[in-house]
């Protein structure tokens, strides 16, 4: 893959980036010259090929294109999506069988008593509350095999060497079990031994064992092996990691492919590629699929590291308000935080992911009363059905945004869909108002205030655990709802600035446009660094590490051939997973280089794991005398993909053109009507400065600047909100 022009053709000058979430699917289209525009459409969960084609029809539309021409002319076009943590959560996917190592037949039921995952802090507390989460493969389907290979040991060279075969694969026992679960119909057979992660070779035997006993039946049936998934430790995040892809991955593979076959049968030539929930993209033939899990919010991320490079911001904190939740992030010396392992939807899975939190305050969000007169926003969603001021049955955030006046029920999606104002102001006097004995209005209003004060915290919190400063932070702010939002999430916060972009709506999407091709490879190890480790030891533990990288290397060029990738143009990262000896988890280091030819080489990697542990932790936390455990190796190999850059505007004056300015609305403020201005934000251009009480609207969004604020463009067209010069 390439951007230059003999490998993609001169007319291939366009990038298309969409997110499907679960209210709208967002489409960027990225010009030559950087610019952008964006198109939107109901997301459609049964056909989501129809919902890519119209976003991408309206956001081509917009230039004055088709879908067709930009199709044709398309370089690189990228696809998020939920559809696999819909799979999940809905509990349809394939039917699973698994082959265990004999003793750990009952791991899918303990799950490592995780039955607290995705509860509420209040909930958690309480023993009797907890839950197991819905099973991804029936205990009936799971058989087991006399085996076990040698684990090394945590706390020094006292045991048998890692990766030494204690029990050979019994055969019989692995026919025997391969057939049972095809007998009861299962439709993909999963693999997980104990210390696989350490050497692969007794589950890839069962594994060959399996598929002439599936060859012999004359069925197609899948095998996966835990040690191709994820090569790591911890046997119950492993096993979850290996039950998503084969419970999830392969079934959303086949609706990904059907997207692929649209945008192809409307003249694109290369591949579709979706994001890695820790940054980066691939195509759909990508073996771990799974890591796609959660690709939407990913987007949003990659798009304000990519911003904050070409701001040269240090330190960001992003919020993302969409229809279901408000998502925070944060990118740390232009860094993005990545998680060892991810909860997702009550699982935890041995999968790297970009750290984010939430809470469960989205424009969709339903709001209601209980019997107890106690108000409650969420957990349930409108999603695409917005709220009962449009095809919803329940009052949530976005109706009350349309009874005050902050949402014009004449332009959302620039007019294409009404909302029934009068609806939403009956709903709201009927769920809330009535119930607490408040004006109508006063009740809209206290509701926003809320929900603006739960992100708040989240916001302050965020920041505020890892020992950061938010001065120190810029917030950068967008999804559909987040500048309806902002003046209130943000309110009292000093953050260095805060800013958003007029595609802050489609801005996932637009991070998706930014993502690199990458794919990422990790390898468990059991190797001690003791404290006064000597030449030899060290020589052999560069040793070691430097087989694990170049192998992990020829891995990575012979995957990415496979996908159409030239290997020579194949570029890597390197990382290693560490720890203090007596510690329990691991931290993930970033290296300078993959050179590891002896003791110097592992010298820097100590150098730099104690670097970035002083980062997360105060000085006198270190404990190098105790030694250091190297748990695991990573590459990421990153190939050449086009991208979209910021174009630069020439500054006109501050005063807003006299087009820009198309009328005044009335808002229910904070307790009191106040009359806005309402400016259309395409004719707005650097160098403007728009002064609050004002609404800029777009037809994918809406920006709200209260009294006392302001709101310039800068030469890049982001929009920089602070107090106005007046009030300094």
């Known amino acids: ?90 509990g349809d996917g394939r039917k699973v069988g698994l082959v265990v190592t004999r003793g750990f037949e009952d791991i899918t039921v303990m799950e490592g008593g995780l039955t607290y995952l995705g509860q509420s802090q209040a909930e958690g507390l309480h023993q009797q509350l907890h839950r197991h989460t819905r099973q991804l ?19 020094g060279n006292i045991h048998l060497p890692a990766g030494h075969t204690l029990i050979p ?13 095809l007998d009861q119909g299962c439709e993909v057979i999963g693999i997980l031994f104990i210390y696989s992660f350490v050497d692969p070779r007794h589950e890839h035997q069962a594994r060959d064992i399996a598929r002439q006993e599936i060859a012999k039946r004359g069925v197609e049936v899948p095998v996966v092996c835990s040690a191709d998934v994820a090569p790591v430790a911890k046997e119950n995040n492993r096993l979850k990691s290996l039950l998503f892809q ?28 979706t994001l890695l929930s820790y940054g980066g993209a691939v195509n759909m033939e990508y073996p ?105 049955d329940r009052l949530t955030v976005t109706d009350i945004n349309v009874a005050l006046g902050y949402v014009d029920p004449d332009y959302f999606l620039g007019g294409h869909i009404k909302l029934d104002r009068e609806r939403a102001l009956a709903a709201l006097k009927e769920a809330v108002a009535d119930p607490l004995g408040l004006d109508v209005y006063e009740a809209g209003a206290g509701v926003l205030a809320i929900v603006n004060a739960e992100m708040n915290d989240l916001l302050r919190t965020m920041v505020a655990a890892k020992g950061y400063d938010t001065r120190d932070f810029t917030l950068l702010y967008y999804g559909g709802a987040g500048p309806v939002h902002m003046y209130g999430f943000a309110e009292g916060i000093p953050f260095k600035d805060v800013i958003t ?16 091709y990458m794919h990422r490879y990790d390898r468990g190890l059991r190797v001690l660094v003791p404290a006064r480790a000597d030449t030899a030891e060290l020589a052999a533990t560069a040793t070691e590490v430097d087989r694990a990288w ?143 009480p004002a609404i800029i609207r777009d037809p994918m969004t809406t920006v709200v600047v209260p009294p006392g604020h302001e709101m310039a463009f800068d030469e890049h067209l982001i929009l920089h909100y602070r107090a106005s010069a007046a009030t300094h």
């Open 137 to 155: 493969v029936d205990p009936r389907n799971v058989v087991s095999v006399s085996e076990r290979m040698g684990g090394g040991c945590y706390q």
């Open 288 to 392: 771990r699929l799974y890591e796609t899990m959660i690709s939407g919010p990913i987007g949003g991320l990659i798009g304000a590291q990519f911003v904050a490079s070409q701001l040269g911001l240090d330190n960001v904190v992003t919020a993302d308000m969409g229809g279901t939740s408000f998502d925070v992030g944060l990118l740390v010396d232009g860094r993005m935080g990545i998680a060892r392992s991810a909860d997702i939807a009550g699982h935890r899975l041995a999968l790297p992911m970009v750290e984010l939190d939430s809470v469960g305050s989205g424009a969709g969000s339903v709001v209601w009363v209980d019997e107890y007169k106690r108000l409650h926003v969420g957990p349930d969603s409108a999603g695409a059905r917005v709220g009962i001021c449009h095809e919803f």
């Open 550 to 692: 170049r192998e992990l290397e020829a891995e990575a060029r012979a995957e990415m051939a496979a996908e159409g990738i030239d290997p020579d143009k194949v570029r890597f990262r390197y990382g290693v997973a560490m720890r203090y000896i007596g510690q329990i988890e691991s931290f993930d280091t970033a290296l300078a280089s993959g050179d590891m030819r002896g003791p110097e080489d592992i010298r820097a990697m100590v150098e730099a794991f104690e670097t970035m542990y002083s980062k997360v932790y105060p000085e006198g936390a270190k404990f190098s005398g105790a030694g250091y455990s190297l748990t695991e190796v990573s590459i990421e190999a990153i190939a050449p993909k086009p991208q979209p850059r910021l174009a630069r505007h020439a500054l006109a004056g501050s005063e807003p053109a006299a087009q820009a300015r198309v009328g005044t609305r009335e808002v229910y403020h904070q307790d009191a009507w106040v009359t806005f201005a309402v400016y259309e934000m395409k004719e707005l251009t650097a160098g403007n400065v728009v002064h609050g």
């Open 246 to 273: 084969c419970f999830a991955a392969e079934q959303v593979r086949e609706s990904l492919l059907d997207v692929e076959r649209r945008a192809r049968g409307l003249g694109f030539s290369g591949r579709l590629l």
């Open 501 to 516: 972009l007029p595609w802050a709506a489609g801005f996932s999407a637009f991070g998706a446009a930014c993502a690199e």
């Open 1 to 90: 893959m390439s951007t230059s022009s003999e490998h993609v053709g001169a007319e291939r000058d366009l990038i298309l980036a969409l997110d499907a979430g679960g209210t709208m699917t967002d489409a960027i289209l990225v010009k030559p010259d950087g610019t952008f525009t964006v198109g939107k459409s109901i997301s459609r969960r049964e056909d989501q090929a129809l919902s890519y084609y119209e976003s991408v029809a309206d956001a081509a539309q917009m230039i004055g294109l088709d879908a067709e021409t930009v199709h044709r002319r398309c370089a690189a076009d990228i696809y998020c999506g939920t559809g696999m943590l819909n799979s999940v959560l809905t």
């Open 169 to 181: 694969v019994n055969e019989r026992q692995v026919r025997e079990g391969v057939n049972k679960l």
